[in-house]
């Protein structure tokens, strides 16, 4: 079988108010176009298929639209929830998913063996997928498994362990000799992030190590982290990466799906996506910046999104508010500037500044406000690095919840 890895999708994203819609739309054409040239048998796509656990309408309709335009060209879809998905919104049309030889697990059921697909079908199986979506604390960690924050991580690794080898064993013992791919949406340790993905299972504490992985399985599909990469394991393990360049930091990454043709083994075929905008970063003192924008030219189908980073010596109003004016008056067919921020070597920091002038809230990171305020009270270490794991633990629950 041709089968494609993708992941991390983020339908309905919005990169600082401005809306990828156009972006996954052109995506999801560009998909249609390789599943027929390459005659592409299933796709798995390994969570995050939202970017919000209630997507809005047009999200969702982009989202039913892309099914409808992959299933016409006869290919088998298994889709799993990631962290930032509702398990429950996932699952609501599973049936009626699956009547259309599309499998969706939104959350991990009671019995492992609803995670275990067969394709292309269960009379004639010539790969088994163990589609495991995220794992949620709940699923993988007793309440009795310690106390400690150390005993908490370790249990969650141990968990995680536990479900891919139940499904390994699954597969092994009801379809023997068949070659089996794995699904899983996780952090596994020693990889590199960018900005946008959001941290899980205690802010990335409970890394989850490669030696981990079950050896039965041929090949492992990997989402949540959305540069592509393989993680050092025993067998070919991937990151496919997001389709779509979802923060500035990822503005240089080469996006791609993962082609594995079962016939000549598991090591996959790494086919790059067109970048469909450019995302710029331009930097430098205010006169440089009014230079370089003036020179800038846009590139791509579709608008390329700027962001300004002014660097200057001394902290000035009078050069933020021209930098203000330089943005406000930035006019350019088919360039928009969506973010801009300053930074002054020699700054005197007020409690109004704490991240700089011109930072905007939404710029940060709830941690990275948390850790602020910390600094600013007179915490033991020990006991600052405790209410850093509460606060992990605590943001788990709220972001993980369905």
């Given at each position: 079988m041709r089968i494609l890895h993708t992941?991390?999708?983020?339908i309905g994203k919005r990169l600082h108010k401005h809306y990828l819609y156009q972006d996954f739309d052109l995506f999801i054409g560009w998909l249609c176009d390789l599943v027929h040239q390459e005659q592409i048998d299933a796709?798995?796509?390994?969570?995050?298929?939202?970017?919000?656990?209630?997507?809005?309408?047009?999200?969702?309709?982009?989202?039913?639209?892309?099914?409808?335009?992959?299933?016409n060209l006869d290919c088998h879809l298994v889709i799993t929830g990631g962290n930032h998905d509702s398990p429950s919104m996932l699952d609501a049309p599973k049936d009626l998913l699956l009547a259309?030889?599309?499998?969706?697990?939104?959350?991990?059921?009671?019995?492992?063996?609803?995670?275990?697909?067969?394709?292309?079908?269960?009379?004639n199986p010539e790969i088994i997928i163990a589609a495991l979506p995220y794992?949620?604390?709940?699923?993988?960690?007793?309440?009795?498994?310690?106390?400690?924050?150390?005993?908490?991580?370790?249990?969650?690794?141990?968990?995680?362990?536990a479900k891919f080898d139940e499904a390994a064993a699954y597969c092994e013992q009801t379809y023997p000799h068949i070659p089996a791919i794995a699904m899983g949406h996780l952090y596994a340790a020693g990889v590199s992030t960018s900005e946008s993905e959001r941290d899980i299972q205690i802010g990335n504490q409970?890394?989850?190590?490669?030696?981990?992985?079950?050896?039965?399985?041929?090949?492992?599909?990997?989402?949540?982290?959305?540069?592509?990469?393989?993680?050092?394991?025993?067998?070919?393990?991937?990151?496919?990466?997001?389709p779509l360049m979802l923060s500035f930091s990822e503005r240089q990454d080469e996006k791609?799906?993962?082609?594995?043709?079962?016939?000549?083994?598991?090591?996959?075929?790494?086919?790059?996506?067109?970048?469909?905008?450019?995302?710029?970063?331009?930097?430098?003192?205010?006169?440089?910046?009014?230079?370089?924008?003036?020179?800038?030219?846009?590139?791509?189908?579709l608008d390329s999104l700027i962001e300004v980073e002014m660097k200057e010596e001394?902290?000035?109003?009078?050069?933020?508010?021209?930098?203000?004016?330089?943005?406000?008056?930035?006019s350019k067919d088919h360039l928009e500037i969506i973010k801009y921020r300053t930074q002054f070597k020699e700054q005197q920091q007020q409690s109004s500044a704490v991240f700089g002038a011109q930072q905007n809230l939404e710029d940060l990171k709830p941690k990275e406000v948390f850790e602020s305020l910390l600094e600013n009270e007179a915490f033991l270490p020990e006991e600052r690095q405790e209410l850093l794991h509460t606060f992990d633990e605590l943001k788990e629950m709220l972001t993980t919840s369905d």
């Open positions: 992941a991390d999708w983020h796709i798995l796509v390994s969570g995050d298929v939202f970017d919000l656990a209630n997507p809005s309408a047009e999200a969702r309709k982009q989202y039913f639209q892309a099914l409808i335009a992959l299933k259309l030889e599309m499998n969706v697990i939104g959350g991990l059921p009671e019995m492992i063996q609803d995670c275990i697909i067969p394709l292309p079908n269960k009379e794992l949620r604390d709940s699923d993988v960690r007793l309440a009795s498994e310690g106390n400690t924050y150390e005993d908490r991580l370790a249990a969650i690794r141990k968990g995680i362990q409970a890394a989850f190590k490669a030696e981990q992985f079950n050896t039965y399985f041929s090949y492992i599909a990997l989402g949540h982290i959305h540069q592509p990469q393989r993680v050092n394991a025993q067998v070919p393990t991937f990151y496919s990466g997001s791609r799906v993962l082609l594995i043709d079962t016939q000549n083994g598991f090591e996959p075929e790494s086919i790059a996506i067109p970048p469909f905008r450019k995302l710029l970063k331009i930097s430098g003192s205010l006169e440089e910046l009014q230079q370089k924008l003036e020179v800038l030219q846009h590139e791509g189908q001394q902290y000035s109003t009078q050069k933020l508010a021209q930098l203000d004016e330089l943005v406000s008056n930035f």
